[in-house]
């Protein structure tokens, strides 16, 4: 089956800009993750869904920042006002949530985001 | 959350056997051990878990000693296409967790040579 999407692969935006990161999970996945990746570092946490409730968002920098997933599948993340430090790989990643096994996290392409 | 530290890099050369080892003195007791792998271009993607002794599957094989403050990713004979990102974490996650955030370092970066 279709594996994690993202839309769009890269965004450049100028300064001042909002942007709408979009991630379309696996079919069926209950949690849903944000990341954000720079370069030569491992992806750094955002925040994540299990269905449509936001579970943690302690990862966001600050309040420019926010996420939505409303009917529990796609997943918008929100950056208001962009900064050049935001410029990154934003990453989503899914997760089928069960009792006993591994909750494995299968992250999709990410989007390019770079601020000018 | 366990603090890691892994090798930044790591060359071998094709056919090789490649051991990583992870450092992660402050686990705690319901911690897990897990490896993802990360190819350029793309977003990492899940190795191998463990919590304690030897876990093996088809890519890697995963040793972690008795008191679990370190843990080794064993790849078998590797070839060019292992080249990649291998992170080693720790933290409460699976077997049924909600603690679904991941916290990734650095990584080791391993390069294969022919």
């Known amino acids: 089956g279709a594996g994690v999407s993202q839309s769009p692969r890269y965004k450049v935006t100028k300064r001042g800009q909002d942007v709408a990161l979009r991630c379309d999970p696996i079919?069926?996945?209950?949690?849903l993750y944000w990341y954000r990746q720079a370069l030569g570092q491992g992806p750094e946490f955002l925040t994540y869904f299990n269905y449509e409730a936001q579970q943690d968002k302690s990862g966001l920098p600050n309040d420019r920042f926010s996420a939505e997933r409303p009917e529990g599948s796609i997943s918008t993340l929100t950056i208001q006002r962009t900064e050049q430090r935001d410029s990154a790989m934003y990453r989503c990643?899914?997760?089928?949530?069960?009792?006993?096994?591994?909750?494995?996290?299968?992250f999709g392409p990410g989007t390019r985001l770079t601020v000018l | 959350l366990a603090k890691t530290t892994q090798p930044i890099s790591m060359d071998s050369y094709e056919g090789q056997e490649v051991n990583i080892t992870c450092s992660h003195n402050n686990i705690a007791t319901n911690d897990y051990i897990t490896w993802y792998q990360q190819f350029p271009s793309q977003g990492p993607r899940f190795i191998i878990q463990g919590y304690k002794t030897k876990v093996t599957n088809e890519v890697a094989s995963l040793f972690i000693p008795a008191d679990r403050k370190s843990s080794t990713l064993s790849l078998p004979r590797v070839s060019l296409s292992d080249t990649a990102v291998y992170y080693c974490?720790?933290?409460?996650?699976?077997?049924?967790?909600?603690?679904?955030?991941?916290?990734f370092g650095r990584g080791t970066q391993l390069t294969v040579w022919p």
């Open positions: 990643a899914s997760s089928l949530t069960s009792g006993d096994s591994y909750n494995e996290q299968f």
């Open positions: 079919s069926g996945h209950v949690s």
């Open positions: 974490l720790v933290g409460v996650e699976g077997r049924g967790s909600t603690l679904g955030r991941l916290y």
